[in-house]
């Protein structure tokens, strides 16, 4: 992820600046602020501005009058309640706004979280950067054999570089010829003075899905939680995970209580359906349960001894 | 609206205090934050906290990589550009979470906007105060004779003053009632031992709905400017009006460029319709039209007649 | 719920009309059709539209080309699986329309759920008929001593037949004063020539939130689902749950395959913190856990056990 | 586009099927259910399933108990006064689902309508056909001069031929890698045991984006009618424009009164600014105004005059 002279220098603006307020200020995460977290290999994830706090929730779930006078133990217990019951509302009462820089198909992954508020790069209007994701050697897996939308082995030798070799290749061809299509030099002008230059809303349609995109992405602390606890899990694909697991940080920064009551109640927390549980109750009476007559699938099974850290 | 001496403390506490941050920050809106706006008999609305300002549009607009150094003038040409063709994701990018204290029947009617983030005070687990809305004399209005949801005159000597009696007296009866079903002093213990006292999420069914609620309410601003266009308009009903009115200052003193080109281009603004637009077109060219040529209704002529401020 | 004659005939109209489709049909809900189920003293729920079924959350979920030629059983496994899993998107691809009968301050409740569409009743250009909700006498419970939102036991003797006279009395006054602002006759007219009338939208406030409104509420089965694992929950306060219970038997009777995985994997599911998780592991590794050493808070340790049908 | 066997005898049976319903039906609609319509070089829409008709708006504002039994011209006037004074919640009572098959720089632009339920062809879990869109020659236009985000001249001669060359070659190129990734034949078996084949949750990122990708698409009218008016617009994208043309027709047959008062005041109105306004007004009046005196920019000016059909 490489800025520009011009990038940098707004950058140092923005870090600079400093203004007095009076609203709920979290200085953990004003150290981050702006400041681009590398993911991948040319995106970044970078916190724009927030609202609120780990006691707006609080204040929320109180409608109190004040900014919430209880000892931080009695807030955290709050939170630790309402995250537990699933409560949702109080946690929509912060605000966090992202700049993510991300190849097109994980933005294409992204955008299905549909209760963010979202501002792409245009490239019917703009032209895009000539930068592409390229997978980090162990990142380069196979087709995993058991799971349909998963990872098997990393490649290795011949196929690994190939597949590469590949990647590489077709993104800089399409993009090169993006960028003839277009014909526009850096001045907007034309290249090639006896051709017109293809529309860019057309010519971006050359472009291969590994292509970056950037955007402004602003959500509210309950859905960046539901976002998370879908993109932060292990069974989401590597390369939105490496972004969740970025702005799991700016979590922690931002509100510690409510981060830690999610990792206990949601990320590390499982749910055992009306049958796993009668299974769970029946192995605690000493009972001796097998799958067969466990009223579980096999499938649900496998699942539950794994929760339980027994062998299926 | 009178506070009660631990919130006023908990008022000063939050006006008091300061923090340094490198966020977006709007001098004219910390000059309001917290404050209580007075609105109607005992309701007001104050603004909690907030995130961006006008350059936060322009910024999300062109998502540009610092906080953005075009000169103002050209802010404020983007701005109108944007209201103007109803471009509506940068202005998302901006948040606003206000408290407001409200009647019920004008809470039924603000809630049916969706998108905004709510935390009621719950009657369910608390105990509601003493306080109910009674129009002021000259909001007493009579119905509206050609509008089936408008007022007409507004009621005079005797009519009003029983209409006034009867919503005080049930008013108060109903609420004396809901206190005595439920039975606690203001310790929170039976006030006649030798009863259980009714469960509060019953009691409650029995207050009128001009009792007032309080809530946290928390926007982004393309919303607000939806709920504003709607309800600080002239057919929307007084008493929402007058809290849609209170909201206009504090849009003004937060994005000015978006509160002008919003009065421009929405609240001040008309749409025809294709046929409207054809009368327009062959008035310009000097014909003379009637509404029985016009290929509108009456009801339509009468209406474009008034906006083009024309005899019907 | 008593239907006046013109409703009566609307309804049977409706129920005669047959017409062909091609769309995907349900008979066991066609059978229920606008049949109104009656909630309460005088609510009721009743299925207005609906589309889609069991195979079309398959059909979604597939993205495939025509209806879906799976057998039966390989579909059900497939919509357990996605319950089990939390997809979805596949259950979003079903709509059903109630239209609702229902006291205000549940109405209250109930548009908390912000993602279905609803028209209501308008009190602000119509008359609300004389109507209001009493709790049967085994509903009229006292506040609960251990939980601030809860129940406790039944009211007997003279506070149960006091409260009852209260709410009543409360009620039949309140709309006889609304009616005496009003003043108007059943045509319309005013009652007493003497007199304007108030306005429709200010006279309502004078009505008890016991007064029953109905509205059309139309939803995707996804969050019908999410609305009935709040609402028919044990947890949810007894009027609403009342609605819920109404709309689970239209749920079985729309998508049976669906209802049952919703049974299994969310209304009897448990979910287990990390912490508790850790519990369970100990426990069924034989090891004797105290609340002292599980890392749990009482609270926490109290639901667990008796979630695992264990003495706390 | 091309079906294969096994699609066109789902398509033959879905379209065979007829059962009998008491819900709202509309013949017109129909008659087109399943059929899919052409769209751009191998796309397509088609209609999956509906809820409601004409009536269901009218219904759902007069929240009324039956069918409705007013005659059909006042039911257009109400639809007309709904549309014309942006009443929503009663268009939303009616759904409808699409099966659209888009290339992939398309969906980017439409999935930004978020009010949609959505389940689209999943590319982690499945392989992509070799299909990709490329302009028909008319289609093939150079940049605008005068609009970033539009189109001008069509490109003619060598250019032409060299862009659409450049196109097809890199769709296949890129396509024929991604499947070389893959490295699985029709059985789902290594097409080359020596290699293991990439995951298909990686290998996608290799196709260009103009490649083919289909979805189930499912919204209320209210939704619909709002993306059409933003997608059938002039100054939409021609490729989605197309789509949203193909849509037009299938709301012109389901909900004919709608359509047209769609026409009339979305699709064919205009709005004027409050500046945009008192020209008209001035010019009404007769006084010759300018652009200079008008309170106008130039580009306000420009459009306004457009809008008006005068000489700018």
Redesign the interface.
């Known amino acids: 992820m490489a ?1 520009t002279p ?2 940098l ?3 140092a ?3 600079a ?9 979290v200085p953990a995460l ?1 150290a981050m ?2 400041e681009p977290v590398p993911v991948l290999d040319h995106g970044f994830v970078r916190v724009i ?4 706090d780990d006691a ?1 929730v609080v ?3 109180r ?5 919430g ?1 209880r000892a931080a133990n009695e807030d955290r ?1 709050l939170i ?2 309402l995250m ?1 019951h699933r409560h949702s ?2 946690f ?2 912060c ?1 966090i ?1 992202y ?1 993510v820089k991300l ?3 994980i ?2 992954q992204w ?2 979280h ?2 963010a ?6 490239a ?2 703009s032209i895009l950067d000539r930068e592409f ?1 390229l ?1 980090a050697p162990e ?6 054999a058991s799971n ?6 990393v ?1 290795q030798g011949a ?1 690994a570089e190939h ?1 590469l070799r ?2 590489r290749q ?2 800089m ?2 993009y090169d ?1 993006y960028a ?3 014909n ?1 030099d850096e001045a907007g002008q034309p290249a090639d003075p006896a ?8 010519a ?7 292509t970056y995109t ?3 992405w ?1 959500t ?1 602390l309950h859905n960046l939680l539901h976002f998370l606890s879908l993109r932060a899990d292990a069974h989401a ?1 590597y390369e939105i995970r490496a972004y969740a697991e970025a702005m799991m940080r700016s979590l922690e920064a931002w509100v510690p209580a409510v981060a830690e009551a999610f ?3 949601r ?11 009668a299974v ?2 029946r ?2 009476a000493g009972e001796a349960v097998e799958q067969g007559g466990s009223g579980l ?1 096999k ?2 099974w496998r699942e539950l001894m794994e ?4 062998p299926a």
């Open positions: 800025l011009s990038q220098q707004d950058l603006e923005a870090k600046f400093r203004a007095e307020t009076r609203r709920p200020t004003e602020l702006f501005d927030y609202m609120g707006a204040q929320a779930a409608v109190s009058y004040g900014r006078t217990g630790r309640y537990r509302t109080p929509e009462m605000e706004k700049h190849p097109i198909f933005a294409r955008i299905r549909r209760t508020n979202v501002n792409e790069y245009s019917r209007y994701y997978p990142q380069l897996a196979a087709q995993s349909r939308q998963g990872r098997g082995t490649l196929e597949v590949l990647l077709d993104a061809t399409t010829h003839e299509m277009l526009e051709r017109q230059g293809l529309a860019r809303e057309l971006r349609m050359n472009l291969t899905l590994n950037q955007w402004y602003k509210d694909q990792r206990d109640y990320l590390g927390a499982v749910t055992l359906s009306a049958q796993m549980l769970v109750r192995l605690l699938s499938r649900e929760q339980l850290g027994r």
